[in-house]
């Protein structure tokens, strides 16, 4: 007798995955909070759906046995150990564009609440101090410098709706040339200290990677201006958490807002949480009901096509194309 096809989901729920496949896989729902429990849950899987609430290591992977792709229902895949998985024969998928237009949104929206002074506004009024008003004098974006930090198709988007508001797009990209932008006014700049140096507001939008690992550390805060905010929507690891908090505490900044931490959630007296010129959202930008939809439809056209032997749209190993063949 066929064994049936195992889908392993080992966080959050499985009420969608159930509804779409249970007709044709069994899908599991443990919730593991350790390597150890992840490598005694994984073994006869053949897919396994990830994100950025677990790790999918190399002492994982190894145990997967029967695993053939590792699909990520987001656009990060930092979370995978993927050169592990591509010598393992495991395709590794994400969903590169499902949330462009929530995350672009999102840091928009922050910029306003740190420029308008939105959230201590709102909390004076609930404490009832409302002629607090007065302490929160904001600015207006026409005509600041807005910098990007990799241009990929969030930083563009930001980019597109800054520069609606008025305000001047600086961007630094290694991998973005000024000329291919040249069209649309944004200003490249060739050193990351050169952009931190110039802008009013810096909005981040890298890839996590060996290169962007605490990219933004306490010579960059010491370089940025002291009216500057900063902004935060891409992954936590890119920032060095003590000095921002130096940063902020000491006002060498005027002012931040993250969507994103290094571990998550953040302990409760986490030293970021005492700051009055800092916002965090709980890792929120992906979620809107429009993204959720365009995220579905691009997983389940991964996940139909992984069952029945097929090839999937949005590898992003596919040195694997010619020697996987699961049909």
């Not at 066929?2 to 599991?28: C, D, G, M, T």
């Not at 053949?46 to 229902?73: E, F, G, N, S, W």
């Not at 306490?218 to 009216?227: C, G, L, N, V, Y």
């Not at 965090?280 to 995220?295: D, F, G, Q, V």
Request: hydrophobic share 45%; aromatic share 8%.
């Amino acid at each position: 007798m066929k064994r049936p096809f195992v889908i392993l989901k080992p966080f959050s729920n499985v009420v969608w995955e159930r509804q779409e496949f249970s007709h044709l896989a069994e899908v599991r729902n443990p919730h593991v909070r350790s390597e150890e429990e992840f490598v005694g849950e994984i073994e006869d899987a053949h897919l396994l759906i990830a994100d950025v609430d677990i790790k999918v290591t190399q002492t994982v992977l190894a145990a997967a046995t029967q695993l053939r792709a590792v699909v990520c229902a987001s656009t990060g895949v930092d979370f995978v150990d993927v050169p592990a998985a591509t010598r393992g024969g495991i395709l590794v998928t994400n969903l590169p564009d499902y949330c462009v237009e929530a995350v672009a949104e999102h840091a928009l929206a922050l910029l306003l609440c740190l420029s308008r002074q939105i959230v201590p506004g709102v909390n004076a009024v609930r404490e009832g101090n409302w002629e607090k008003r007065r302490d929160f004098q904001g600015i207006e974006l026409e005509g600041k410098a807005l910098g990007i930090v990799g241009l990929g198709r969030i930083g563009r988007r930001v980019a597109e709706r800054a520069q609606a508001l008025g305000m001047r797009i600086l961007f630094y990209d290694p991998l973005v040339s000024g000329e291919s932008v040249r069209n649309k006014g944004y200003e490249k700049q060739e050193g990351l200290l050169d952009l931190i140096q110039a802008a009013d507001m810096i909005s981040v939008h890298a890839a996590l990677m060996t290169e962007t690992i605490r990219m933004f550390g306490e010579a960059e805060f010491r370089h940025m201006k002291p009216s500057a905010y900063f902004i935060n929507v891409a992954r936590g690891g890119i920032v060095d958490e003590g000095a921002l908090f130096r940063a902020l505490s000491e006002r060498w900044i005027a002012g931040a807002a993250l969507d994103v931490l290094t571990e998550e959630p953040p302990a409760w007296d986490h030293p970021l949480l005492k700051l009055d010129n800092l916002i965090i959202t709980p890792h929120l930008a992906y979620n809107t009901r429009e993204a959720k939809e365009k995220a579905r439809a691009q997983l389940k056209e991964v996940i139909s096509s992984v069952i029945h032997g097929h090839y999937p749209i949005n590898v992003i190993n596919p040195e694997l194309k010619g020697r996987w063949n699961y049909a």
